[in-house]
Structure formats: structure tokens, C-alpha cells
């Protein structure tokens, strides 16, 4: 009996603290007391100190650095947490709702609780608003940059504007064209939109995707609702979203154009329109081919209008003015200006000659004034200011075709506008026009008819 009691109190000794206390004491003691005694118990076993346990804890110690990044944590596990889901991408807990993966099973709790179940938990006491995750009430901004005058409400997103702002650093490479990024999520985005080419974010107003959630809030808000909220002080336009006006008042009314082409003298208002520039006039580049000919085209707008225009024969922009139907609504636009308000915005700075299109100003400037014929067939020695002229050219002459057939005599003609007025001098009797003579000449090499 005495043996059995020895043997429970020793039992007893190597249990920990804050279970001995459960037993008998639970009422004698406070919980910050039997919390400070557990940790004892744990540090003791570990060979360390309660004081480096609660400096770790309380003090905000961070010992354990991340040797690819310069991120430190308090506990070692988190340490091997960031290494596993950041660095090398582990993503082990999937939403059985939906295709989403994530690193951590918090992560995925938190995107089950507020996305598939939508609730929000968190009241804002400030106003009626809720959250679906703790979030700082607009204003309260208690984190300030030292280096410049910005403030956040969190230490986090304080700290991620400083390594990538004012430190410049850039520590997540993408694997496949080693572009590099400052922000890991941005990374994430990058990858997901670019290489893997999905849009996940679909509109339930019409068909078009999106591949970032913000783009298609921004696509909802201005094209079905209309909305433009920011309005230019200066002037009464309004744009649908901040940056647009941003850029209208730096280029429009402060006349800044930034960003110089260092191989012309050409400026530009944009960064990416400068890249743009160089990378299509300079370097020639035309990346997007169209998989039904061989047309190649520079910009991927032009391809899908290309595509859409000539491959699938679609006009979907009428002009409610008069029949005529486009293909895209900036022709459309332009065909109004022009054709029914007859405007001649671009005027030639060498004479009085107003054009409708700025295109049409360059083209004259350059052929007239300049005397540029940038254009030479390839079968003969004939040069053209516009290229257009030159596929004329190439098909009337060596080609031979002749397009365009009156309806009376079968005669044929390389022109259409030569063609009607064949048929009302000759057929109609017109006396008008220029004689039958002349209409057999083809401008474009008077020698030949």
C-alpha cells in the first residue's frame, strides 16, 4: 500500500504543472498563472529559460530567418510553413466546393467560411458595415512610413511597401519567363493569367471574362452601369476610373509627356506606350498571327478585330444616322465625326489642307511636303507614297484583274468609281464627266489601261 502511494507521487511530480493543478488545485489558481507554469515546464524540458519563452512570445522575438527572403518568424514551424506554401509553392488543402487550393488550412477555412457559406463575422463599430475577415475601418491608418508620408492600417502591408518601395526589392521569379515581382500574390496572378491564360471571372451581364476580380468589377461598374466617378477639376470630363483621370490631367492640361523614345524623337504620355512604340516601330515586332491566314499583327487588339471583322464577318456597330454598319465602335465613331458632322479636325501645319483623320494628315504630310514614296514594287521600278496605291498597282497592272463590270456592255474596269461613271457618260448620256478617253487611263501607270 505505502509502494503504490510512492509510486503516484512520483507519477504526480513528472506530470506537468498545469495538469496537477487540474487535479486538485484548479480553484487555487489563476489561468495566467497555470499558462506561466506550462510554459516553465515546456522551456525546462527544452533546455531553455522561461525568459527567452516569453521574449519569444511577448517581447515579439524573432529568431528563425528565412534564408531565400529576408522574412523572420517567432516560432520555427512557421518558419517551415512559409518555406513550404511561399518558396516552393505547396498548396495541400483543397476546397471540396470549388478548384481553389491553399497552403495553409487556416487559409482554406477562412476562403470556405466567407466565400461558400458568406458570412461576416466582423462588425465594423464605426459604421453598419461587416467583413467578412478583421479589417481596419476606413481612416484609422496607424502605421506610418518613416520614408515617406503614407500610412496603413496594418504593420504587414507597411512592412510589404517598404521592402517593395523604398528597398526596391523583388524576391519572387517566375519559372517560366523569370520575370521577377515584389509581391508574392502578384506573382501568383501572373502566372495564373499569363501562362496558364485563364479568366476566371466571368460576367453574368454578357460573355466576357476577366482574369483578375477587380477588372471585372471595373467592367460591371463603367460598361453596364455607366458609372463615372471622377470627374476633372479643370475641365467637366469624367472618367470611370482614377488612374484615366490621373493621366488625362498629366498629359491634357500639364501637357507632360514623360517617357522619350531614345531612337526618334518621339515622346509619349505612358510608359507602356513607349515600350509599345519601340517594340513595333522600332524593332518591327508583330507577335500575334492569325491561325485562319498568315496575317501577323502587332497588338492583339488588331488580331481579335481582324479575326472577328474579316474571318467572321461581324458588324456589330451600326450608325443610327444612316444604315452602314462597323466592326469596331472607334470606326464607327470616326465614320459619324466625319461623314455626318463633317469634321476636319487635323489640320496640315504647311498649307490650309483639313483632314477628318489624323492618319490621313501623316499620310499627306509625308507624300506632299516630304515627297516620300516609302512604297517600290517588287516587279518593277514603280514607287508610291501610300500602300494602298502600290496593292493597286500590283493587281491592275501585273495582275491584271479588273474588278469592277458594267452592267450594260460587260466592259471591265480596274475601278469602281471609273465603272459608274463609264456607265452615265456612255450609257446615261452624262456629259459631266470626263470623256470616255481618259477613263480607260489608269493613274496609277498611265501606261497601261
Avoid at 81 to 104: E, M, P, R, W
Avoid at 233 to 254: A, M, S, Y
Avoid at 329 to 340: A, D, F, G, W, Y
Wanted: a positive charge; hydrophobic letters at 20%; aromatic letters at 8%.
Amino acid at each position: 500500500m505505502i509502494g503504490q502511494r510512492q509510486q503516484q507521487q512520483q507519477q504526480q511530480q513528472q506530470q506537468p504543472p498545469m495538469m496537477r493543478l487540474a487535479t486538485g488545485d484548479q480553484n487555487r489558481r489563476t489561468l495566467n498563472f497555470r499558462v506561466q507554469l506550462y510554459s516553465e515546464h515546456l522551456c525546462s524540458r527544452n533546455g531553455a529559460s522561461s525568459q527567452s519563452f516569453f521574449s519569444e512570445v511577448h517581447e515579439g522575438c524573432k529568431d528563425f530567418a528565412c534564408d531565400k527572403c529576408d522574412r523572420k518568424f517567432g516560432r520555427k514551424s512557421n518558419l517551415f510553413a512559409h518555406q513550404v506554401t511561399v518558396h516552393n509553392g505547396q498548396k495541400d488543402f483543397h476546397c471540396i466546393k470549388c478548384d481553389k487550393k491553399f497552403g495553409l488550412k487556416s487559409t482554406l477555412q477562412k476562403h470556405q467560411r466567407t466565400v461558400h457559406e458568406g458570412r461576416k463575422d466582423y462588425a465594423c463599430d464605426k459604421c453598419d458595415k461587416k467583413f467578412g475577415q478583421k479589417t481596419v475601418h476606413e481612416g484609422h491608418k496607424d502605421f506610418a512610413c518613416d520614408n515617406c508620408e503614407k500610412k496603413f492600417g496594418e504593420k504587414s502591408t507597411l512592412m510589404k511597401h517598404q521592402r517593395t518601395v523604398h528597398e526596391g526589392r523583388k524576391d519572387h521569379t517566375c519559372d517560366v519567363c523569370k520575370k521577377v515581382f515584389g509581391v508574392y500574390s502578384t506573382l501568383i496572378l501572373h502566372q495564373r493569367t499569363v501562362h496558364e491564360g485563364r479568366k476566371d471571372y466571368a460576367c453574368d451581364k454578357c460573355e466576357k471574362k476577366f482574369g483578375q476580380k477587380q477588372g471585372l468589377l471595373f467592367h460591371q461598374r463603367t460598361i453596364h452601369e455607366g458609372r463615372k466617378d471622377y470627374t476633372c477639376d479643370k475641365c467637366e470630363k469624367k472618367f470611370g476610373q482614377k488612374q484615366g483621370l490621373l493621366f488625362h490631367q498629366r498629359t491634357i492640361h500639364e501637357g507632360r509627356k514623360d517617357f522619350a523614345c531614345d531612337k526618334c524623337e518621339k515622346v509619349f504620355g505612358q510608359k507602356p506606350n513607349l515600350l509599345t512604340h519601340l517594340k513595333l516601330v522600332h524593332e518591327g515586332r508583330k507577335d500575334y498571327a492569325c491561325n485562319m491566314c498568315e496575317k501577323k499583327f502587332g497588338r492583339k487588339f488588331y488580331l481579335l478585330l481582324h479575326q472577328k471583322t474579316v474571318h467572321e464577318g461581324r458588324k456589330d456597330f451600326e450608325c443610327n444616322k444612316c444604315e452602314k454598319k462597323f466592326g469596331d465602335p472607334s470606326t464607327l465613331i470616326r465614320h459619324k465625326k466625319t461623314v455626318h458632322d463633317g469634321r476636319k479636325d487635323y489640320a496640315c501645319e504647311h498649307c490650309e489642307k483639313k483632314f477628318g483623320k489624323r492618319g490621313s494628315l501623316i499620310e499627306h504630310q509625308k507624300v506632299v511636303h516630304e515627297g516620300r514614296k516609302d512604297f517600290v514594287c517588287d516587279k518593277c521600278e514603280n514607287k508610291f507614297g501610300e500602300k494602298s496605291k502600290l496593292i493597286r498597282h500590283k493587281r491592275t497592272v501585273h495582275k491584271g484583274v479588273k474588278d469592277y463590270a458594267c452592267d450594260e456592255c460587260k466592259k471591265n474596269f480596274w475601278n469602281q468609281s471609273y465603272s459608274i461613271k463609264h456607265c452615265k457618260t456612255v450609257h446615261g448620256g452624262r456629259k459631266d464627266y470626263r470623256s470616255r478617253k481618259n477613263l480607260d487611263v489608269n493613274p496609277i501607270c498611265p501606261d497601261t489601261k
